[in-house]
């Protein structure tokens, strides 16, 4: 490349070129002067990254120092499968590779998460003077491989304060969270 992907200067002695390391576009130091850690690409300092790339790389990793760590913990749900009428308790958690999602009780599922389709997260109200409405659940759907059509799964955050339901409501804010992530990051 001659020139600079964002503003069309022309790389010569005095402005010389760069490349984001997560996009790999040529920049020239002005288009391309942001370091920022780049885990996702196994970079350990921080490394120059596009204005574009950088403002995903920071969200990833916000999402790694915090998020990531609530959803391997994993959190206590009331589970229904497709159209069944019956719930399920079971801890759902993410599985150590970050490939899985385990759903734990007196059964178990495994769900690959590049199987998910959707993600929706279930609310309920907005509190007195304003403010956010209140994660319930989470809606899902996924195929499952070998098999036609897709699978609904319904996550409801269980009542009972003895079974922790602010962990589960942080659990689906950072499950959609990773929604977001996964579906930006295809987007790019």
Request: glycine residues 6%; hydrophobic residues 35%.
């Amino acid at each position: 490349c001659r020139r600079c992907m964002q503003c069309d200067a022309k790389f010569d002695f005095l402005t010389r070129k760069h490349h984001c390391r997560r996009c790999g576009k040529c920049f020239c130091d002005r288009c391309c002067s942001q370091k920022v850690p780049l885990r996702r690409m196994c970079f350990v300092d921080p490394v120059r990254q596009c204005a574009e790339c950088a403002l995903v790389s920071l969200k990833e990793a916000e999402f790694y120092d915090k998020q990531l760590k609530v959803l391997l913990s994993g959190a206590t749900f009331l589970v229904t499968f497709g159209n069944s009428e019956k719930p399920e308790t079971m801890i759902c958690r993410l599985s150590n590779n970050q490939r899985y999602l385990f759903l734990d009780g007196d059964s178990h599922y495994e769900i690959e998460i590049v199987h998910i389709s959707t993600v929706q997260l279930l609310t309920e109200g907005f509190p007195p003077g304003g403010g956010n409405a209140r994660a319930t659940g989470m809606f899902l759907q996924y195929t499952v491989p070998e098999t036609e059509g897709v699978t609904q799964l319904k996550l409801t955050a269980v009542e009972d304060a003895n079974v922790g339901r602010r962990q589960a409501v942080a659990w689906l804010v950072a499950m959609h969270k990773a929604a977001k992530l996964l579906y930006e990051s295809r987007d790019q």
